[in-house]
């Protein structure tokens, strides 16, 4: 098992930034991709980026990628996304994902899922 725990979410007036963090508990956090999935109210959970396991390779959304950096520190159990250039329809909950093997992106195929965290982008 692989509890996940996302800080980071707030209120920040368009252009701003926040940088999310996901803290991982439980089995070897190196040996699982890590994704991080939004859903804005009404929608579907969309794909935002996903690092894989070893750091070196990273993956995103068009609707946010040169705006959005994802990192992790395996050594901290921790991964980051940090989020620039904010836009309102970035407003949504954010949720932090893991998947034993290599990233996806597909929500369907991530096995441990955070309790997410809300961003709200406004002025």
């Known amino acids: 098992q692989v509890q996940l725990i996302e800080s980071g979410g707030g209120l920040v007036q368009p252009g701003g930034s926040l940088r999310l963090s996901c803290a991982a508990s439980?089995?070897?956090?190196?040996?699982?991709?890590m994704g991080w999935f939004r859903q804005a109210p009404g929608k579907k959970r969309e794909f935002v980026a996903a690092i894989s396991r070893s750091g070196i390779s990273t993956y995103y959304a068009d609707s946010v990628k040169d705006r959005f950096t994802l990192s992790r520190e395996n050594a901290k159990n921790t991964v980051y996304l940090q989020m620039n250039s904010l836009k309102p329809e970035d407003t949504a909950v954010y949720y932090c994902?893991?998947?034993?093997?290599?990233?996806?992106?597909?929500?369907?195929?991530?096995?441990?899922w955070g309790q997410g965290t809300q961003v709200t982008v406004s002025s």
């Open positions: 994902a893991a998947r034993g093997g290599v990233f996806r992106y597909s929500a369907d195929e991530y096995d441990y």
């Open positions: 439980g089995r070897t956090f190196s040996g699982y991709a």
